[in-house]
């Protein structure tokens, strides 16, 4: 267990005594920087330990073995019961609370020489959030949100401070000449552009240009919460399975309720990114339906339809918007049989696929408790 948090935890003491060693004015050694970057992630780990308050063994355990090493105290032979007595991680939740003031000596000296190292400051802090939360089997949402206000906390000091946020492009300069490329340019251009194949599926996005998308969207406060809740969880549960350990199933399948116009769409267009970047389905395309494209006027059409409409989304998110008019109709109506086929597929394709379905409130209400397997 202790080596689940030692590999971030080392990523960033080798990347924040980087560079306070570069911004050192009296060329202090890297023993000290590294024994400075150190305590602030003994410092950030502790906080993130003491989230939701409850100092699991395995959570100390993993204190003990990742800073043991690296810090001069008597750490590496302590136990829980060693690490609770001392107080050690009681009430450090404060730490991860605002910004510190080494964080702060970053950004301002990112502004000062150009550089980004407050970037990979808030990146391997992040690494050292998401791994404490993977320590346990079960994470809470009390987990979840401290680390997701700590990197609020982190992006609004970077933006204060005239810094682009991380997975931003920086200005882009301005071009030093004006006027039409050169032959040999033009040429070299469109032979490169008659060479290279077009790829299958542009390059998956990163996680902190599909966050900044989703937090530039008109209100959708709670929407935008519970994005980053799954997405954290997701995280969270992946580096479980990188190291092995168990984890607790659960299904990834979405209700949106709302209006029309309330961008059920583009949340999930936004999602099925996110997925595809953490990896949960491979291609990330969305496919949207609705009751017209997936019901049939005879009998054993619409399971045809239904199956059709997964298999175009295969890899992807699929999208059944209205889906409460599935259970609109008749005794003779096969939108039963269209929830009944869905309900199934759901199930067999959970790994493969991703389903949303989407209406307003009171009759999605009504959808889900059509069929005890939906909800």
């Known amino acids: 267990m202790s080596s689940s948090l030692t590999v971030p935890v080392r990523w960033f003491v080798d990347d924040v005594s980087a560079a ?83 964080f702060e000596l970053l950004v301002q000296a990112d502004v000062k020489n150009h550089t980004r190292h407050s970037h990979s400051y808030y990146k391997a802090a992040l690494e050292i959030g998401f791994a404490v939360a993977a320590v346990d ?23 204060a401070a005239g810094l682009p946020k991380p997975g931003e492009p920086d200005p882009a300069p301005a071009p030093a000449t004006a006027g039409a490329p050169t032959p040999a340019t033009a ?35 709670e929407v935008k919460r519970e994005v980053k809740l799954t997405t954290d969880l997701t995280r969270v549960e992946q580096l479980r399975r990188q190291r092995g350990l168990p984890v607790l199933e659960h299904s990834r399948h979405v209700v949106f309720t709302g209006n029309p116009g ?53 890899e992807g998110v699929l999208l059944i918007d209205e889906a409460y008019a599935l259970i609109r109709g008749g005794d003779n109506d096969f939108g039963k ?24 409130p009171d009759e999605m209400a009504a959808f889900v408790d059509a069929n005890p397997g939906l909800r």
């Open 20 to 102: 306070l060693h570069e911004l050192s004015s009296d060329e202090r050694d890297d023993e000290g920087t590294r024994r400075d970057a150190a305590t602030e992630a003994f410092n950030l780990t502790c906080g993130f330990i003491d989230a939701d308050g409850l100092h699991t063994d395995d959570e100390l355990w993993a204190l003990t073995g990742a800073f043991g090493p690296l810090l001069p105290t008597q750490l590496s032979a302590a136990t829980p019961a060693d690490v609770r007595k001392a107080g050690l991680v009681a009430n450090a939740k404060a730490k991860v609370a605002a910004p510190s003031p080494m």
């Open 137 to 159: 089997a079960h994470t809470s949402a009390t987990e979840l949100g401290v680390i997701g206000d700590f990197q609020s906390q982190l992006l609004a000091c970077m933006t």
């Open 187 to 221: 040429a070299a251009a469109a032979t490169a552009a008659a060479t290279k194949p077009e790829p299958e599926l542009p390059p998956a996005r990163t996680l902190d240009d599909l966050m900044h998308e989703l937090d530039g969207l008109v209100g959708l406060a």
């Open 262 to 314: 309330t961008g059920k769409t583009t949340v999930a267009r936004l999602l099925a990114q996110i997925y595809r970047t953490l990896g949960v389905v491979a291609k990330g395309h969305l496919v949207e339906t609705d009751r017209s494209q997936l019901v049939a006027g005879y009998v054993g059409q619409t399971a045809i339809l239904v199956r059709k409409a997964f298999d175009e989304a295969n």
């Open 337 to 360: 049989e269209a929830i009944d086929t869905i309900v199934k597929l759901v199930e067999d394709r959970r790994d493969s696929i991703i389903v949303i379905v989407a209406g307003y």
